[in-house]
T-cell receptor, first 110, second 111 residues
Framework: QKEVEQDPGPLSVPEGAIVSLNCTYS??????FMWYRQYSRKGPELLMYTYSSGNKEDGRFTAQVDKSSKYISLFIRDSQPSDSATYLC??????????FGEGTQLTVNP | DAGITQSPRHKVTETGTPVTLRCHQT?????MYWYRQDPGHGLRLIHYSYGVKDTDKGEVSDGYSVSRSKTEDFLLTLESATSSQTSVYFCAIQGGRGGYTFGSGTRLTVV
């Protein structure tokens, strides 16, 4: 069983839709949670970084962590075609090593 | 890209040959990482370094070695390339606000 599970999609939505991306993790020792965005043929870039349970908002993006159920989410409001990318969740383990989900491919259609 | 560069960007090599990929940073970060990215597997850690000459294995380290003789350079060597090592390789450094900063990747094809 993978330590971080993420539905790979693909996910296709119309412009303006609210997008919900989700991951589950198995290790209760994970403390830090991240979302990365990766455009085609580019390296991943950090989108959101959270530590505790609860919500963190940055513009149209909201990251949510529920440690009791080991569930992390990313919400994108008013989605734009420029949001089309692969979104990867990640958790931080000991020794500053990240464990990634498989990534969800998102397409926002104009 | 935030002071981290990878070279080469693309490489095609033959089975059985050694290959070295280079990661260079200008951020003076202590931690550096090598990941590979494959469909169905996402990003998987190969090796990482926590200082000059200090390295450790990740989850998919078989067939790979690394070296770090200077803070700014982290080299990944495929000792004898196999077709299963065809992949996109990413180097990363631990960023200032948490998380990692990734390089642009090296696309390696082993034929």
């Amino acid at each position: 069983q993978k330590e971080v599970e993420q539905d790979p999609g693909p996910l296709s939505v119309p412009e303006g839709a609210i997008v919900s991306l989700n991951c589950t993790y198995s290790n209760s020792a994970f403390q830090y949670f991240m979302w990365y965005r990766q455009y085609s043929r580019k390296g991943p870039e950090l989108l959101m970084y959270t530590y505790s349970s609860g919500n963190k908002e940055d513009g149209r993006f909201t990251a949510q962590v529920d440690k009791s159920s080991k569930y992390i989410s990313l919400f994108i409001r008013d989605s734009q075609p420029s949001d089309s990318a692969t979104y990867l969740c990640a958790t931080e383990t000991s020794g500053s090593r990240l464990t990634f989900g498989e990534g969800t491919q998102l397409t926002v259609n104009p | 890209d935030a002071g981290i560069t990878q070279s080469p960007r693309h490489k095609v090599t033959e089975t059985g040959t050694p290959v070295t990929l280079r990661c260079h940073q200008t951020e003076n970060h202590r931690y550096m990482y090598w990941y590979r990215q494959d469909p169905g597997h996402g990003l998987r850690l190969i090796h990482y370094s926590y200082g000059v000459k200090d390295t450790d294995k990740g989850e998919v380290s078989d067939g790979y070695s690394v070296s770090r003789s200077k803070t700014e350079d982290f080299l990944l060597t495929l000792e004898s390339a196999t077709s299963s090592q065809t992949s996109v390789y990413f180097c990363a450094i631990q960023g200032g606000r948490g998380g990692y900063t990734f390089g642009s990747g090296t696309r390696l094809t082993v034929v």
